[in-house]
């Protein structure tokens, strides 16, 4: 059981979740997830007992109302969870609300007195630190009248919160705008909304969570983005990919992966079927094309579909001012979700620091203000020369939200590549510093470089901790490449 | 002569607990005197018991005996409607036998 911390935090384990609400759903308390149909509210509550099991060990009790135990335990099968195994193993109980209610006639008044038990008796059962209780209408639905709605909300949120534990209850929305809950109160009996949206956006489909309010504690405003691709090793690092509307500043000196970087973003952003802008002031359309096209990234048919639109300029053909208006010009007419300007360094060569930094600043709020996902990368001056970071860029670093540097380090006798995540604003992420490797497949982002330090500062050496006899080198989870 | 066995699941010694209890017993009385017999479960007490039965509202009382079950959910304090509901003798039906929506 947990602690009834008012204002700890639970870690849901849901990718890019805990980002958002900054470290986790409010632990032992009860949040309300409402959504539309096929918005993924079935689906958060499962994964919020299934990242439990999976990454603490912690047992769950999920109530369901509408599907069947049976059901439920095939249908997540598929998605890789063994319910089954965990019912045996008691880290998961159900309590079966699905049936038996909807033919009983009604003969006066009555509560969900006996609900509560179960739910109670079932947490007790498994010592259960999370519950999901999914969805609530199916009870709901068949009787009008907000006090009772409202009443047994309580009830059913105090006995969860009785037992100690972190729970998600979802509820049905009728539409997308408008109110939050069916009744437009269960919002107000508990503590904490998560709203879950599956809209028609420039004709795509999309997934978005925002969370509407959660009592006592910050959390991030706005809708972000719910699908996040798992395999992305970069977005692991950077604790589930990056927020929507974020701005990353990617530093590098030349031939460290930058390029290949900010091609991987607009590809696994043209992937999900997202527009995407690029602004390349380094190199002409054939270099990038060449480029992408050795990466196995095709930016023609991109192009060709309208997802795609790249801009190549030098930027010595126009002032910092033009630019930053031939940018905003294209964002209003391409509408992209996700930007990438590469390099900044070379407009630093047209403006002064002050200047790139104020074109940066207001590129920001331009960005911010139509929910662009940013991606601005920039260059030290030179290859073996990582210290020196342009003059801007720690400035620059201190507006973006999420800082990735590429550096080369020298171990073994061999130049290497190695990643590091400096900063993400406001969340959790991988401080370690992985290895790279770049082959023809694209890029890789090995295991943590082990035993060295100064990758990030310049001044590689290794580490040899007092007491460890080993060389860094037997315990370096090297991969061949 | 049939043998009625209702069993009623209530949730805490409530106001409405005491109500059900005591409708159905003034029901059970006057429609099958001395032939039911009633066993009252609180699920306060007793969650098991209620997770058998798939019980989610209180009071709920299931007529267990004669097949097939019947279920009521409410505190009964309509008699009429409720011993139609159960199935009991020596009344007519309502006369609007139709359930509500």
Not at chain 1, 32 to 55: C, D, N, P, Q
Request: hydrophobic share 40%.
């Amino acid at each position: 059981m947990n602690g009834s911390d008012m204002t700890g935090r639970l870690v849901t384990g849901i990718s890019g979740f805990d980002q958002i609400a900054l470290g986790g759903l409010p632990s032992g308390r009860t949040t309300l997830v409402t959504g539309s149909t096929g918005s993924g509210k079935t689906l958060f509550a499962v994964e919020f007992l299934a990242r439990g099991i999976l990454r603490a060990g912690e047992p769950g009790v999920f109530v369901t109302f509408e599907e069947t135990p049976d059901d439920l335990r095939r249908n997540w099968a598929s998605l890789g969870f063994p319910v089954r195994q965990w019912e045996r193993e008691g880290k998961w109980a159900f309590v079966d609300a699905s049936a038996g209610f909807q033919e009983a006639p009604v003969i006066g008044s009555y509560d969900f007195g006996a609900l509560a038990a179960r739910i109670g008796h079932a947490a007790r059962q498994v010592s259960a630190a999370r519950i999901s209780v999914d969805s609530l209408d199916a009870v709901f639905t068949r009787f009008a009248g907000a006090a009772l709605v409202r009443h047994e909300l309580a009830r059913i949120a105090g006995t969860l919160e009785d037992a100690g534990v972190t729970s998600v209850i979802t509820a049905e929305r009728a539409g997308e705008d408008g109110r939050i809950s069916r009744y437009g109160v269960e919002e107000f009996v508990v503590d904490n909304v998560v709203v879950l949206r599956n809209v028609l956006d420039h004709e795509r489909r999309r997934r978005t969570i925002e969370i509407v309010k959660m009592r006592g504690a910050p959390h991030r405003t706005g809708q972000w983005l719910f699908t996040i691709d798992p395999r992305d090793e970069l977005d692991r690092m950077c604790g589930g990919g990056f927020f929507k509307d974020a701005i990353i500043l990617l530093v590098g000196p030349s031939g460290a992966g930058k390029t290949l970087t900010s091609l991987k973003f607009l590809a696994a952003g043209l992937r999900g079927g997202e527009r995407c802008l690029a602004f390349t002031f380094d190199e002409n359309r054939e270099q990038v094309r060449r480029n992408s096209a050795g990466w196995g990234i095709d930016l023609d048919s991109a192009e060709e579909s309208g997802l795609l639109r790249i801009v190549c300029e030098y930027p010595e053909v126009a002032s910092l001012e033009d630019h930053f208006i031939r940018i905003r010009r294209a964002i209003e007419e391409h509408q992209p979700g996700r930007l990438v300007i590469d390099t900044l360094s070379a407009l630093e060569r047209i403006v002064s620091p002050r200047a790139l930094l104020d074109f940066v600043i207001a590129l920001g709020a331009l960005v911010r203000q139509h929910g662009i996902t940013t991606l601005l990368t920039s260059a030290p001056a030179g290859r073996f020369t990582p210290q020196l970071t342009p003059s801007i860029a720690g400035e620059i670093a201190s507006l973006t939200d999420v800082t990735i540097t590429l550096r080369y380090f020298e171990q073994h006798g061999e130049i290497r590549r190695a990643i590091a995540v400096m900063q993400t604003r406001g969340s959790a992420h991988d401080p370690g510093i992985r290895q790279v490797t770049i082959d023809g497949d694209g890029m890789h982002i090995a295991g943590p470089v082990p035993g060295t330090a100064g990758i990030i500062s310049g001044a590689a050496a290794f580490l040899t901790l007092p007491g460890t006899a080993d060389p860094p080198a037997s315990e370096s989870p090297q991969p061949g490449g | 002569m049939t043998a009625y066995f209702f069993r009623l699941y209530v949730t805490g010694q409530t106001e409405r607990s005491l109500a059900a209890e005591a409708n159905l017993r003034a029901l059970c009385d006057s429609r099958l005197p001395g032939s039911y017999e009633l066993d009252v479960i609180d699920t306060a007490e007793q969650p098991g018991l209620a997770e058998e039965q798939r019980i989610l509202a209180t009071p709920t009382v299931v007529r267990l005996a004669p097949l097939p079950q019947r279920r009521v959910i409410g505190d009964l304090s309509d008699h009429h409607r409720a011993a139609w509901a159960l199935g009991l003798p020596g009344q007519p039906a309502p006369a609007r036998q139709g359930d509500e929506e």
